[in-house]
């Protein structure tokens, strides 16, 4: 949950309470945030709690005529500083909800036969165009050192040729060079394969796989 995330749950969840209380408490804890520093987000976060606890925390200070300080909220008649993490939650929140369990459990069951084969499909998708641009890849690599080499072999023999038939040899400079400039392309294709095309279609594969995983929590 983030800082954005955070402020605006807790301000849904106190808007029954008055507008000046409510707006000193959302006030009083965006300054909160400020002073930790954007790094600190999360750890202020972890130490608050939830926002339905802060709520709680504030309806409860609120009905014990407590004032916020720059230590939180304070009761001026007895000096005590509630602590955030001290307060219990509400009974309401402490009950697990049977029947939101029973029918995600149920919705997974549902889903899990279709959700399966189409992310297996799509896996297989994404592998077998990356086996075919490795494929491809080592094809190019090679015809990029073929090709020039023989162009060169060409260029030469054109040249050799040219004393003798002068046709002949101008045709296969002209064919050598035109391999030397083929090959040259293809190993600057090359590169880019390399470089680009085979890392992005990496990312895409790991993405896919990550996506459930980051959805069930497990990695981030």
């Keep these: 949950?983030?800082?954005?995330?955070?402020?605006?749950?807790?301000?849904?969840?106190?808007?029954?309470?008055?507008?000046?209380?409510?707006?000193?408490?959302?006030?009083?804890?965006?300054?909160?945030?400020?002073?930790?520093?954007?790094?600190?987000?999360?750890?202020?976060?972890?130490?608050?709690?939830?926002?339905?606890?802060?709520?709680?925390?504030?309806?409860?200070?609120?009905?014990?005529?407590?004032?916020?300080?720059?230590?939180?909220y304070e009761d001026p008649s007895s000096n005590r500083r509630q602590d955030l993490s001290s307060v219990p939650l509400p009974e309401s929140l402490k009950k697990p909800n049977l029947w939101k369990a029973a029918c995600i459990i149920l919705l997974c069951l549902i889903l899990v036969p279709i959700i399966v084969p189409i992310f297996m499909a799509v896996i297989l998708v994404l592998v077998s165009i990356l086996i075919g641009i490795l494929g491809i890849t080592v094809g190019i690599v090679a015809a990029s050192i073929v090709l020039p080499l023989s162009g060169i072999l060409l260029i030469g023999y054109g040249i050799w040729r040219l004393f003798l038939l002068p046709g002949v040899g101008l045709t296969l400079g002209g064919v050598g060079c035109i391999l030397l400039a083929v090959g040259i392309l293809l190993f600057i294709l090359t590169v880019w394969i390399i470089k680009v095309l085979l890392p992005l279609c990496l990312r895409a594969i790991i993405s896919v796989i990550r996506f459930p995983l980051r959805k069930a929590g497990v990695v981030k």
Excluded: W
């Design 1 to 72: 949950m983030t800082r954005k995330e955070f402020m605006q749950r807790l301000e849904s969840l106190l808007l029954d309470l008055p507008d000046s209380e409510r707006r000193e408490a959302i006030q009083y804890y965006n300054d909160y945030f400020d002073d930790a520093g954007p790094e600190n987000e999360a750890k202020v976060i972890q130490e608050l709690g939830s926002p339905e606890l802060v709520a709680h925390t504030i309806r409860t200070d609120t009905c014990e005529n407590g004032e916020y300080t720059e230590h939180g």
